[in-house]
């Protein structure tokens, strides 16, 4: 009797154990984590922010909502994890006077394909970095207070089909990289800038466009051995500080004369062709 008594209070627990846990309410399932910025981006983001004067851009950002950040676009890289990888950066700072730089820290996004900069609140150098995004398909930096060199490896970069760097204060010469451009390279715009220097023969066909700079001289032999140098682009130099003769074989080829009064006329004011056929043009 005793044992029996023994046995239903044993049944009685392990019943009792297993009625309270099906009693309890079954653990929500635990959703996918929410959309995020990979840390890597979001670190450079913030030092572009600080360095560049970001209290002053056109789009306020609150450091803590990355929803606020205007400008930044990105692409799913992780599913899983739910995580982006910036692809377009566009930045405006229009002050009348510079208020930050371009942190080198840029050459950490490299999810980069698109890269535009406005404004006069930028200044200081380019950041030599920017030839680490290997992603890139467009640069865009126009009416900006940068200065000084054309870092070596941004006109180079392999995706690149596209760049403009007009209205700043860029100066010195192309870099050497302007003959090593990628196939996929079609528009190279460095207008309005104060750019010198020799031109080397051998830049494949793009549109390079150089108007409003300081050259003092036009490579004729774009001209005459355009097909030879595979030259299928364009060269433009006008409104810079050109000057000399024109010589012989060009003036007397209609063709060649042509190419150079596109290319060429009219320089700034003071400067020009002492021989050119066409009207002389008072310039600024």
């Known amino acids: 009797m005793e044992k029996n008594h023994y046995i239903v209070w044993i049944a009685f627990i392990i019943l009792s154990i297993a009625s309270s846990c099906s009693s309890d309410p079954d653990p929500s399932p635990v959703g996918p984590p ?6 890597q981006d979001s670190l450079a983001l913030v030092a572009l922010y600080k360095a560049g004067g970001g209290e002053f851009w056109d789009n306020k950002w609150d450091l803590n909502d990355f929803s606020t ?9 992780d599913s899983a994890t739910n995580e982006y990888r910036v692809e377009k950066l566009h930045l405006v700072c229009n002050t009348p ?24 609140g930028f200044e200081g150098a380019l950041p030599t970095s920017i030839s680490n995004l290997k992603n890139l398909e467009e640069i865009s930096i126009v009416g900006t207070s940068i200065m000084g060199q054309i870092p070596e490896g941004i006109l180079s970069l392999p995706k690149v089909w596209r760049i403009i760097m007009s209205e700043c204060e ?19 715009d460095l207008s309005r800038n104060h750019l010198r220097g020799e ?11 150089l108007d409003y700079n300081d050259y003092t001289k036009f490579p004729f032999e774009y001209i005459i051995q355009r097909e030879e140098l595979s030259f299928k682009g364009d060269l ?42 066409w009207p002389k043009i008072n310039n600024n």
């Open 236 to 277: 433009y130099m006008k409104h810079n500080k050109i000057t000399g003769i024109i010589p012989d074989s060009i003036l007397n080829n209609p063709k060649w004369i042509g190419d150079l009064n596109l290319y060429t006329n009219p320089q700034k004011k003071g400067y020009g062709y002492a021989n050119a056929p």
């Open 69 to 77: 950040w205007t400008g930044v676009g990105g692409y799913l890289s």
């Open 199 to 209: 031109l080397p023969n051998n830049i494949k066909g793009i549109r390079l466009d």
């Open 97 to 120: 006077f510079p208020k930050g730089v371009l942190s080198e820290e840029i050459g950490k996004l490299t999810g980069l394909r698109v890269l535009l900069i406005d404004g006069k």
């Open 170 to 188: 860029l100066s010195g010469e192309l870099p050497k990289d302007i003959t090593e451009t990628a196939p996929s390279l079609t528009i190279v």
């Open 34 to 39: 929410a959309p995020h910025i990979s840390r």
